[in-house]
C-alpha cells in the first residue's frame, strides 16, 4: 500500500467549487494527507527543513492546485524553489525524492475542448504540466498521468462535482493500493482513461 500526500494550493479555497468537492470526496480515505499550503504558510515562509521531512514518508506526491494563467499558484512555485534545492532533490546527491510517483491534480475554467489545438488555448492541458512534469523527472520521479476537472465555472449540474469527487477518491485509492500496473500508468493521457479499466 502506497502513502499519498497531497500538496494543496489554492489561494481562495472558500470560493472554489471544485477544489472543494475533490477534497470532499477523500473525507476519511486512509493513507491519504492533504497539507494546504496557503493554510500553513500564509505570508509564503516555508520551512524547508520541514517540508522534506515530510515527503521524506510519502510514495505519492500530488499536486492538486486551479491553473492560474497556465501555470500553479505562487505557492506552489515558491514551495519547489524552495523545497526541491540541490543536493536533496537532485544534483549528484540529491536522490531524497528519487522512484516517488508525481500526480498533478488540477481545475480549468476553460473546457476540455478550449484546451486542444483547435480551441482558445490552442494546447491541451498536458503541455501546460510540463514545466510539472519536467521537475519532478529531474528529481526522478515517477510521473503519472494528471487528473483534471474542466470547465467548472459553466457547471449546471449540481452532481458534476460531487461525481469528480468521487472519481478522484476512487482513482487515488487505486494508486494506493497499487492496482493499476506500471503499463496501464505509461499508456494513460489522464487519470480518469483508468476508471473503465477498475
Keep these: 500500500m502506497k502513502r499519498i500526500l497531497i500538496i494543496f494550493a489554492h489561494p481562495g479555497y472558500h470560493r472554489s467549487h471544485a477544489n472543494r468537492a475533490m477534497l470532499r470526496g477523500l473525507k476519511g480515505l486512509e493513507d491519504v494527507k492533504v497539507h ?20 521524506r514518508d510519502y510514495d505519492i506526491i500530488v499536486f492538486q492546485h486551479p491553473i492560474y494563467w497556465y501555470s500553479c499558484p ?7 524553489e524552495q523545497v526541491l534545492e540541490y543536493g536533496y532533490a537532485f544534483g549528484p546527491d ?3 525524492l528519487k522512484h516517488k510517483y508525481l500526480l498533478a491534480a488540477v481545475t480549468t475554467g476553460g473546457s476540455a ?3 486542444s489545438t483547435t ?7 498536458t503541455d501546460y504540466l510540463l514545466p510539472i512534469q519536467q521537475s519532478g523527472l ?11 476537472v474542466y470547465g467548472y465555472h459553466s457547471v449546471d449540474d449540481p452532481d458534476y462535482l460531487k461525481m469528480k ?3 478522484y477518491r476512487r482513482l487515488l485509492t487505486a494508486l494506493r493500493d ?3 500496473t506500471p503499463q496501464q500508468l505509461h499508456n494513460a493521457t489522464y487519470l480518469t482513461d483508468l476508471l473503465k479499466e477498475l
Design 178 to 180: 497499487e492496482e493499476f
Design 36 to 55: 494546504d499550503l496557503y493554510q500553513h504558510y500564509p505570508n509564503m515562509f516555508i520551512d524547508v527543513a520541514r517540508e522534506q521531512r515530510m515527503l
Design 119 to 125: 480551441g482558445h488555448n490552442h494546447h491541451p492541458i
Design 138 to 148: 529531474m528529481c526522478g520521479m515517477r510521473w503519472l498521468p494528471p487528473f483534471v
Design 94 to 96: 540529491g536522490n531524497a
Design 74 to 80: 505562487a505557492i506552489l512555485k515558491e514551495w519547489m
Design 165 to 167: 469527487g468521487q472519481q
Design 113 to 115: 475542448a478550449s484546451y
